[in-house]
């Protein structure tokens, strides 16, 4: 079992906030576990973003100039009381924040642009990643310490290339990679000891300040329905929906039909009011209803509040702009949801946090484990 202490506390974006508080962290939950007698059972472990080492090449991989100390001290303590490094890689983002890195690169299909490295050859963003990492924990003694991934995966909305069909072939190509126990050119037939896939469902309340995508990674919609086909290594057998979801009855809040020269300025304010407590990440550049126009835009808003406030009728008045319907709005890929039940809610454990049926995304932080050790 592990206790992760803190999740990316070395993130560049941090400026070095927290770097100093790591080690005494870890270093006093493990007195508390020794003294309790679970340092045997519980490792303790900080997980890592990918930005915490660098190089173009994977075999000059180094620790950040500002981390190698601590980043030293970490790992031997890690390595001493038998924890594994967890790192969090997302090739998406690599994509996403980078205009030139080559898209196929990103998957694991082959590629145009592979990254040639003395006698090795690279041929994917996760392999050449991964040995990176492995590079820079060799030069400061422990290239052999266990590595686990503690998230990756590719986000379905929200953004240019997130996308189900992305999404699909990178999880499944992602599964089909690391079962096939190859390793990396670094740590041949030696895969990480565990994967676990980014992530189980869609977390709706989830900050969007990195991008509209962060709201989208689940490979299961908000109520459990499978976004699409996956196979994850055991035999035959795809991802299954959820049974028995209680939905809220099927009604939507859409643009009233007798709303003609409609207000600009009144239209923005409750579209941003609506969309200040409600998900509308699918309607920006890139997302699945990004291009539905103006009226389905606020329809889409208008609905997104209305199923929030769990189908209240106030709640689709909009100043007489809105009205509810029992036709369903949604457009091809752009799907206009239905709530779930507070029934649902309570039954499934959900607390009152405020989020009606949004109590779902509280499991998303289960992830899906591949324990290549069996």
Known sequence: MYVAVGNEPFLKSYNGQFQNLVMPAVLNLQQSLVKAKL????????PCNADVYESSIPSQGIFRPDLTQIMTQLVQFLNTNGSPFIVNIYPFL??????D???DYAFFEGTTHPVTDGSNIYSNAFDGNYDTLVAAL??????QIPIVIGEIGWPSDGAIGANITAAKVFNQGLINHVLGNKG????PNAPPMDIYLFSLLDEGAKSILPGSFERHWGIFYFDGKAKYPLNLGLGNKE???????????????????KSSGLSINNVANYMRTACSVADCTTLDYGGSCNGIGDKGNISYAFNSYYQLQMQDSRSCIFDGLGMVTSRDPSVGDC??????????TRSSGGSQIGYSWWFIVAFSIIEITFSLLM
């Open 184 to 187: 990396t050119p670094l740590r």
């Open 101 to 103: 890195f080559p898209q």
């Open 239 to 257: 991802l299954k929906n959820a049974k028995n979801v209680q939905y809220l009855p099927s009604k939507w809040c859409v643009v009233s039909s």
């Open 39 to 46: 340092a045997s059972s519980i490792k303790l472990v900080v």
């Open 138 to 143: 060799g030069k400061i003694g422990y290239g």
């Open 335 to 344: 799907r206009f949801i239905i709530g779930l039940t507070d029934k649902a």
């Open 94 to 99: 690599s994509l996403y924040d980078d205009t």
